[in-house]
């Protein structure tokens, strides 16, 4: 996979890089990154953790180490979509609809945006809920083809995908980074430890 060896790329590869960069002439435009590649690099940058996975037995076992990693295992899980909890059923999964006694938070997403490396969610993730409200620890479950380049991009794709009903709660997720006053969709978030299991579906 391209983008897991962009990720993890041997120095060979990365001093050819930096050849064919230095025989461009400097009146030339910039190399724009691929938008997984800068995504992931803007993610890390935020101090996000992420899971690239082939398939759904890699998801679920990378979802095994996180547990394993963080003595989870047994422990309350918040989460509302019934979907992943039909996803990830061999993990015996004790879910409940209220952070009380919930470890971490275990979700999907509306979009993973490029040029922040910020995570777009909705009501659909977050119901009525403020990020404040919700555990500290979140997991988050996306796809390569959930990538878009602005939060504009996101929230034009949401309402495309949403034309009878556009949920509300509309916000962004940026782990450990200080939150740009000027930025409405992320006012009053908090930073989360996230985990991101991405999955290959393209």
Known sequence: MSLFRKIFGSKLDKSQDHASEDNRGKYMPDLKLPIDERFTINFKANGGKFLYCEN?????????????????????????????????????LNISNSSANCNYFLSTCEYLISNDGSILISSHQIKEKKL????????????????????????????????????????TIKHFKACDDKDFLSYGSSSKNLYLLLLEDL
């Open 56 to 92: 759904i037995d890699e998801v679920n076992e990378n979802l095994k180490l996180i547990l394993d990693e963080n003595n989870w295992n047994g422990d309350n899980v918040m989460m509302f979509d019934e979907n992943l909890a039909q996803i990830f059923k061999t993990h015996s």
């Open 132 to 171: 404040k409200e919700l555990p500290l620890n979140f997991v988050i479950y996306a796809t390569t083809s959930q990538f878009v380049e602005t939060i504009s991009e996101g929230l034009r794709g949401i309402k495309n995908r949403n034309r009878n009903k556009i949920p509300f709660n509309i916000t």
